[in-house]
């Protein structure tokens, strides 16, 4: 287990940053893209939001209060990309993110880095049909196994709140994968 608090001085002081980062990014790398994924659906796609994450983490790391976890802070840059970058596309294309989030679905057949079959790609539908935080509680509880109380601090909600969200989404996803 990393000590958050010595990695976080270590990115916060010029002397070791760059070193520190290499070692964020070993770290959370892979988690933060299944994360971004989950939501914007494209490999491509995901890339993008990442590396934009990455960005904001490094250039804002000294405003960091420490009042959440670190993991937390990361996580909600990594969630408000992934949405900005959403409604982003769907302005350029004159559509809703929820028509983006369509076409980036029926796009996941073709998509070599979907590795999902038939049953997964229905999984994907019935999340697109929910509303935003519902597909994000859902995702993060059942792809991500992440706790509600950090899912709280990620999403700056309370906790029953999202387990709320969660029970509502698993049952709007069990109807419409039952009418299927």
Known sequence: MIDEIALLQQLQSESYKEEAFKTLLTLYKE????????IV???????DVLQNTFIKVYKNINSFKGESKLFSWMYRI???????????KAKQLQITSEEVQQ????????DVYFEGDAIQLKLQKAIATLPEKQQLVFNMKYFEAIKYKDMADILETSEGALKASYHIAVKKIKDYLSHE
Not at 31 to 38: E, P, S, V
Not at 78 to 88: G, H, M
Not at 103 to 108: D, K, Q, S, V
């Open 103 to 110: 076409i980036a679905i029926n796009n996941l057949i073709s």
């Open 41 to 47: 659906k494209s490999h491509d796609d995901a890339d």
């Open 31 to 38: 988690r933060l893209y299944w994360h971004i994924r989950n």
């Open 78 to 88: 990594a969630t408000n990309e992934a949405i900005t970058f959403l409604n982003k």
